[in-house]
C-alpha cells in the first residue's frame, strides 16, 4: 500500500493510495483512531472513485455514522490506463447493440470479465485498508449500483466479510446465478422506467437473492435518477446491519 | 363527537370516541396543547382501531415524532354491529373463492361498496379530531394496508387534506383505476410471497399511482409478514413530508 495524498475537509479525511495497479480511496472522520464499520463503494460504469455520487455518499457516511469509506478504480476508469481488451470488447458490442443485438447477454459476459480481475483486487484493497488503526477490522458493507452491481455481486459472494449490501439498477441475466449464492442482508434499487435494465430483468435478480433478508425499493425515473431520500435509507440500512 | 373514555400511560394519551355511529379513537402526545400533524390508520379485514399492529404504529407515531395518530372501526368491525349486508356478502364470496373463483374482482367489488361507506365516515372524522386544538389543522397522512389499502386508495382519492401516504398489501383490480387519480408522495409496501395478492397485481397498483414521487418497498414473506424495519421506514417516510 502506498499512500499518494491525504487531505482534510469538513470534518473528512481522505487518502488516496494504490495496492498494486489498484488506486483507491479512503475517507475516515478526521479524528478517527480506532477501528469502526468500513462500506465499499462500486463506482458506476464510465465514472471512478471519486465521482460525485461516490463521495456524496462517502460523505455522509463518514460524518452521520463515523464508518470508514474505501472506493477503488475499476480497470480502464479513473486513474487506471485505459484497458485495451475491455475497451475493443466494450466498442465491439456497442456496435451490435446498435445493430440490434439484445444488450442483456453482452453486458452479463463483459461484466463476469471483469469481476474476474475486480474481486481480488477489491478483496485486496479491504486486506490492507483494514490494516490501518483508524478502519480496523470491523464490520464491512457494500453499495454499488448499475456497473457498481455487476461488480458487486460477484465481490459480495466471493467476500465473507461483506456482512450487508446495497445494490440495484441491474439484472438477472447478467448477476441471479450469482446472487442465489449470497445470503446476508440486501437492499436491492429498482427505476421503474430504467431505460437499460428491463424491469422483469430487474425484479428476477431482486428474487435471486437467497437472503433470508431482502428489501427492494423502486421509484420512478430512469436508470439515472434515483431519488436523493434513497441516500437516507441506504444509512438507516447500514446502521441497522453494521452499527 | 362524543368521548367515551380519556386516558394516559407512557406519555399517550388515548381518547375514544363516537361521531354518529362510528367508534373512534385518538392518540396525542400527553402534553399536546397546539395543533401537529395528522396521521389516519386504517386497520386490516377482521381487526379493529386498537388491533396490535395499529396501537404499536401509534405508539411510536406519538412518542417519536409527536403526530397525533387516530383511526376507526370498520362497519362490521371492533365495537360496530355485525353489518348483514356485508356480512351476507362475505360469506357468498368466501363459498365462491372455495369453489374456485378468482377472488380478485370479488375482493375489489366488496371494497369499492363498503369504501363507499367509509370515505364519508373518515372525512367526519378528520373534521371532529382536526378541531380539537391538540390536533388542529396541520398537515394529514395516511397509513392503511390490506384491508387499508382497499379503502385507503378510495380515501386518499376523495380527500384533499391527505398531503402523504403509506399503503399496500392491495391490488390493481381493486384498486388501480382509483389510484390514477392520487398525486400525493405513496410510499407502497408489497410482500414478495403474498399468497393473497398475486405479485403482478400488486406491482400493477404501484404502477398505478399517478404520484411523481412513489417508493416500492417490496420484502420475502407472506401477506402477514411485512418485516418490522418498515416501521422505521414509515416514520421516516412521514417525517419527509408532513413534518
Same mark, same amino acid.
Given at each position: 500500500?502506498?499512500?499518494?495524498?491525504?487531505?482534510?475537509?469538513?470534518?473528512?479525511?481522505?487518502?488516496?493510495?494504490?495496492?498494486?495497479?489498484?488506486?483507491?480511496?479512503?475517507?475516515?472522520?478526521?479524528?478517527?483512531?480506532? &477501528?469502526?464499520? /468500513?462500506?465499499?463503494?462500486?463506482?458506476?460504469?464510465?465514472?471512478?472513485?471519486?465521482?460525485?455520487?461516490?463521495?456524496?455518499?462517502?460523505?455522509?457516511?463518514?460524518?452521520?455514522?463515523?464508518?470508514?469509506?474505501?472506493?477503488?478504480?475499476?480497470?480502464?476508469?479513473?486513474?487506471?490506463?485505459?484497458?485495451?481488451?475491455?475497451?475493443?470488447?466494450?466498442?465491439?458490442?456497442?456496435?451490435?447493440?446498435?445493430?440490434?443485438?439484445?444488450?442483456?447477454? /453482452?453486458?452479463?459476459?463483459?461484466?463476469? /470479465?471483469?469481476?474476474?480481475?475486480?474481486?481480488?483486487?477489491?478483496?485486496?484493497?479491504?486486506?490492507?485498508?483494514?490494516?490501518?488503526?483508524?478502519?480496523?477490522?470491523?464490520?464491512?458493507?457494500?453499495?454499488?449500483? $448499475?456497473?457498481?452491481?455487476?461488480?458487486?455481486?460477484?465481490?459480495?459472494?466471493?467476500?465473507?466479510?461483506?456482512?450487508?449490501?446495497?445494490?440495484?439498477?441491474?439484472?438477472?441475466?447478467?448477476?441471479?446465478?450469482?446472487?442465489?449464492?449470497?445470503?446476508? &442482508?440486501?437492499?436491492?434499487?429498482?427505476?421503474?422506467?430504467?431505460?437499460?435494465?428491463?424491469?422483469?430483468?430487474?425484479?428476477?435478480?431482486?428474487?435471486?437473492?437467497? $437472503?433470508?433478508?431482502?428489501?427492494?425499493?423502486?421509484?420512478?425515473?430512469?436508470?439515472?435518477?434515483?431519488?436523493?431520500?434513497?441516500?437516507?435509507?441506504?444509512?438507516?440500512?447500514?446502521?441497522?446491519?453494521?452499527?
Amino acid at each position: 500500500m502506498h499512500f499518494t495524498s491525504d487531505t482534510s475537509s469538513e470534518g473528512v479525511r481522505e487518502q488516496l493510495f494504490t495496492v498494486g495497479d489498484v488506486p483507491g480511496v479512503l475517507w475516515t472522520p478526521e479524528d478517527a483512531t480506532t &477501528p469502526r464499520p /468500513l462500506i465499499f463503494l462500486g463506482h458506476g460504469g464510465g465514472r471512478h472513485k471519486k465521482a460525485p455520487d461516490i463521495a456524496a455518499l462517502a460523505h455522509r457516511l463518514v460524518t452521520e455514522q463515523r464508518y470508514a469509506v474505501t472506493s477503488a478504480d475499476v480497470p480502464g476508469h479513473g486513474d487506471r490506463p485505459t484497458d485495451e481488451t475491455y475497451d475493443r470488447i466494450a466498442t465491439e458490442n456497442q456496435a451490435r447493440i446498435e445493430a440490434g443485438e439484445d444488450p442483456a447477454p /453482452l453486458i452479463a459476459a463483459f461484466q463476469a /470479465l471483469v469481476a474476474d480481475q475486480t474481486v481480488p483486487e477489491w478483496q485486496g484493497v479491504l486486506d490492507v485498508v483494514q490494516d490501518l488503526p483508524h478502519v480496523g477490522r470491523g464490520p464491512v458493507g457494500y453499495w454499488g449500483v $448499475s456497473l457498481g452491481c455487476g461488480l458487486g455481486v460477484p465481490f459480495i459472494a466471493a467476500e465473507p466479510r461483506v456482512a450487508a449490501a446495497v445494490v440495484g439498477l441491474g439484472g438477472a441475466s447478467a448477476s441471479a446465478e450469482t446472487a442465489r449464492k449470497i445470503t446476508v &442482508p440486501i437492499a436491492f434499487l429498482l427505476q421503474w422506467d430504467d431505460e437499460r435494465v428491463p424491469r422483469p430483468e430487474a425484479l428476477a435478480l431482486y428474487g435471486a437473492f437467497a $437472503s433470508p433478508e431482502k428489501t427492494l425499493h423502486a421509484n420512478p425515473g430512469k436508470h439515472g435518477e434515483v431519488p436523493d431520500f434513497e441516500l437516507d435509507d441506504t444509512l438507516h440500512f447500514f446502521a441497522r446491519h453494521l452499527s
